[in-house]
């Protein structure tokens, strides 16, 4: 390499005649010349080259720019490297494009003027000969091409709605105008509306070797500056220099430092692809150009041409070869780009040294990392090329050679079903257990390239502490989903170890919202870890009849799996309710049994996940008389819930929507098994009053929803609508709502927005859950509904001492009562307590003369025994109702037990 001449750009340094340079580092050497400097000006030898170019591109690449200053590799690699400083023209280098919705276009204006060089008189006649001796000089400039060049960069910022590619097309439409425009005139003669408005936004950085009293920034004014670049150019002379050839200064004297070696880029498979091709293509003509003659001259016959094409279509140069080449490479990329475009997140290391410094970070305990190992073999396909150019097969033919065999035979590493399947597995594997580790900062996940044929393909490797442990590392991966069983009170759960990797213990996650409900991502789990990795688990603290969801997690010494499937379950529970003195009959006893069943097991037609997410500002069990502010006042399409019993021997209770000055907006008084009374009472005077049929019966539950409309306040009552009562004041006005009565309030809360609610869509529509058997959906076991019955045996049978508790929902559209043939000493009660969509809860005292039955808290009936009560050993429920709940109660000591059968 040292023994030829080199052309360079000068790229805007005062690079002249004589000026030595060191090629080692792209530098020139001021101050210090050859030759005395009168020599060099009068020996001279210059012509005029005037020459004009004009050139756009759309392209932001560097290797672009540099095609467009005629820059070679070797310059390149300084200018990236820092080692050359760029001026001029040539600081178009070094813009670059500040965002993905810019649209680029670069027109270059390029014109040369002069070609000054040496003359061999200069050559042979060195003026200092020491600088020889110094080596700090590897060529002398012996010739320099002047002129001057001009690049205008043309931006515009497509909005998120443009077809990007679209943009681009027209941007190089409107600047491929402007030549057009120079001559014939204005612009809004040659343009249409669609790109003036595009010009408009179109904004110009200008780089050039000329200077201008102002540079610059918008379409109209780069139009200007290129109608007056020619004459610009010609009152700077002969321009600043373009292009210079440098000389090595070894061939004037041996004593001068040596090019010894370039950076050869052709180490890139494409470069080094393309520089095969191109010698190839030099070698056939060559063998073409010693025939052709001889055959058309009658001294060679016909089959010298046929064994050379015959030599071609054999050599790994065919186009079979070229075509499966360049696929392949093709294919790899896009395998490469799958691979990663879901690890966005993940850091990607391009070096041994960044992975030295990741694997060696103080903060850092342990790095995965998902490594492709098959980029970096030898390409077979590359070298079979060159031995064939190094063959010079085309005068040696009809041999082959051992590299075209194994070309024929060599496969791309990504072909192998065996590769592809292992390759599948690793980036399941790695992108799950990064997901489930990416909130530890001790670990590290990273994507790399490390060759190792031993595991082709990709692998996961495990460095911990800085070194690499494990070239081959399974991490834990999502475990099956647990096997839940349920006895005496108890939850057990039956995990299974990670089928991959090796599961020291276990995390056991569990919450009482499922895994599907909207607010699943909101809800953060409660987790327990086990002690070690044995197969069984018992979950305490839980609460009886509520509806839980659990999963779990193997957990290594490095991370945890990814998340097991969830399970639902409900399970037994025992309540313990304490009497002082113990009587079946005491009313007491009754009310306080219920009283806990029903706070412990909820009368809501709703699932609890359903009202803990779709109601807010809720307040449990608040103490009655009770007044509250409403959070952010009332509002159209906002609602207010209420969740509670009524007192068994209660009369009525009231709900008042008051302002600051005293008035109440609303009031809404229920009594019980008669009507709701509507009123307002506005100025310390009471206005009209509003009466509808009430459907709360004495001792039940009961659901109300306030909606606010903008006509008045609609009141639905146990899924019903009872009443739109019409406001009488400014609903702004109202910031306060109060309840007093004979009510025990179990949920009090805010629906923010009613229409979008499940509440809403319900029950505005009409079909609601209590008029289908969508009533039971959100029940986890519901028990029976009027299209199935329940039967089944009594768990050892009825004897005195147990109670028997029941708890459903009456159907809106409830309008009769089942009836069938019984024994005519059957007993009736009017004015019986179910209602139209309420619920109801029915406790069944057995005692050792009869069953008294105790409805919404009230003792209802007392029935004497018939049959021997240990001969009665099978329930059956059916009929017109939708029975939620089932529980049975034992005597113990002074204790109730109150226990739920379990439903898995």
Not at 189 to 202: F, H
Not at 213 to 236: F, R
Not at 557 to 583: C, I, M, R, Y
């Amino acid at each position: 390499m040292d023994s030829r001449c080199m052309e360079i750009a000068a790229l805007g340094r005062p690079l002249y005649p004589g000026m030595l340079y060191d090629c080692r580092s792209d530098s020139f050497i001021p101050g210090v010349t050859l030759w005395d400097k009168n020599a060099l000006h009068d020996d001279l030898d210059v012509h005029q080259k005037p020459k004009t170019h004009l050139k756009f591109s759309a392209s932001d690449s560097l290797s672009e720019k540099a095609n467009l200053l005629d820059i070679s590799a070797s310059l390149k690699a300084s200018f990236l490297s820092g080692l050359v400083e760029v001026g001029g023209s040539a600081k178009y280098l070094q813009d670059t494009k500040s965002s993905a919705h810019q649209c680029r276009v670069t027109m270059q204006y390029t014109q040369t003027t002069t070609f000054e060089q040496l003359t061999m008189k200069e050559l042979g006649n060195i003026t200092y000969p020491l600088v020889f001796d110094q080596k700090t000089a590897t060529h002398v400039v012996t010739a320099v091409l002047y002129g001057a060049q001009v690049f205008m960069v043309f931006d515009y910022t497509s909005a998120e709605n443009e077809n990007k590619h679209e943009i681009e097309g027209n941007l190089h439409a409107v600047v491929n105008k402007i030549p057009t425009i120079s001559i014939e005139g204005q612009a809004s003669l040659n343009m249409t509306e669609d790109e003036k408005k595009m010009a408009k936004n179109i904004t110009v950085t200008f780089y050039g070797d000329i200077k201008l009293e102002e540079n610059p920034t918008t379409y109209n004014e780069a139009l200007e500056v290129y109608k007056k670049v020619p004459d610009l150019m010609k009152q700077q002379g002969k321009g600043v220099p373009l292009t210079v050839w440098l000389y090595p200064l070894n061939l004037l004297n041996d004593k001068a430092a040596k090019l010894l070696r370039e950076i050869d880029l052709s180490l890139y498979r494409l470069l080094k692809f393309h520089a095969l091709h191109k010698s190839y293509t030099s070698l056939l003509k060559k063998a073409l150009c010693r025939v052709l003659p001889g055959i058309r001259g009658g001294t060679q016959e016909d089959k010298a041409l046929r064994d050379i094409l015959s030599n071609h279509y054999t050599s790994p140069f065919n186009i079979s070869n070229m075509i499966k080449w360049l696929d392949d490479i093709t294919a790899e990329l896009n395998i490469l780009s799958s691979y990663t475009i879901g690890l966005k997140d993940i850091t990607v290391v391009k070096s041994s040294g960044s992975l030295n410094s990741i694997c060696l970070h103080p903060d850092v305990d342990v790095v995965v990392c998902l490594s492709f190992t098959s980029l970096k073999h030898d390409d077979s396909c590359l070298a079979a090329l060159q031995d064939f150019n190094k063959s010079e097969g085309f005068t040696m033919m009809g041999q082959t050679s051992e590299r075209d065999s194994i070309l024929k035979a060599a496969q791309p590493w990504f072909t192998s079903p065996d590769i592809s399947k292992r390759m599948k597995q690793n980036l399941s594997l790695f992108t799950t257990f990064s997901n489930a580790n990416k909130n530890e900062k001790r670990i590290k996940f990273i994507i790399a390239s490390t060759s190792d044929p031993s595991n082709p393909g990709t692998t996961i490797q495990l460095y911990q502490n800085g070194s690499l442990t494990d070239p081959k590392f399974q991490p834990v991966s999502k475990p099956p989903k647990p096997v839940v069983e349920t006895s005496d009170g108890k939850v057990t759960l039956k995990l299974s170890k990670s089928p991959t990797g090796e599961t020291l213990h276990f995390r056991v996650e569990y919450r009482m919202t499922s895994s599907y409900d909207s607010a699943a991502d909101v809800e953060e789990w409660t987790v327990k870890d086990t002690s070690n990795a044995q197969n069984t688990f018992t979950l305490t603290g839980l609460k009886p009849t509520e509806q839980y969801w659990v999963r779990y997690r193997a957990v290594s010494d490095v991370g945890v799996s990814e998340a097991s499937d969830s399970v639902p379950f409900t399970f037994q529970g025992k309540l313990t309710v304490t009497v002082h003195q113990w009587n079946f009959s005491m009313p007491s006893l009754i009310t306080e049994l219920r009283t806990k069943i029903m706070t412990t097991v909820g009368m809501s037609r709703w699932s609890p996940s359903t009202i803990k997410s779709e109601v807010i500002n809720i307040v449990n069990n608040p103490t009655i008389s009770y007044t509250e502010e409403i959070p952010g006042g009332l509002r159209e399409g906002k609602a207010l819930y209420f969740q509670g019993v009524v007192f068994s021997n209660g009369q009525s209770f009231t709900l008042d929507f008051e302002t600051d000055e005293g008035d109440v907006a609303f009031h809404f008084r229920s009594w019980f098994n008669e009507f709701f009374r509507c009123n307002s009472y506005v100025k310390k005077k009471w206005q009209d009053e509003e009466r509808v049929q009430c459907n709360i019966s004495k001792g039940s539950a009961f659901e109300i929803f306030v909606v606010i409309k903008t006509e008045g306040y609609e009141v639905y009552v146990n899924g019903q609508k009872s009443v739109l009562f019409n406001h009488r004041l400014p609903m702004v006005k109202v910031n306060v709502f109060k309840i007093h009565g004979d009510v025990k309030m179990n949920t009090i809360g805010t629906v923010a927005n009613w229409s979008k609610s499940t509440f809403g869509k319900e029950l505005e529509t009409n079909i609601t859950r209590t008029k289908s058997s969508d009533i039971q959906s959100n029940v986890p076991h519901p028990v029976c509904n009027p299209s199935k019955p329940y039967l089944r045996s009594i768990p050892g049978g009825l004897r005195p001492g147990l109670a028997l508790f029941f708890q459903g929902v009456v159907p809106s559209d409830w309008e009769h009562s089942w009836n069938g043939t019984w024994n005519q000493n059957c007993v009736e009660t009017p004015e019986g307590p179910f209602v139209c969509g309420a619920a109801f809860d029915i406790i069944m005292v057995i005692n050792s003369e009869c069953y008294e039955v105790t409805v919404n808290g009230l003792m209802r009936y007392t029935f004497e025994h018939r049959i021997p009560v240990d001969k009665v050993t099978t329930l059956n429920i059916n009929g017109d109702v939708f029975m939620n709940s089932f529980a049975i109660t034992e005597v113990g000591d002074m204790n109730l037990k109150v226990t739920f059968p379990a439903n898995i």
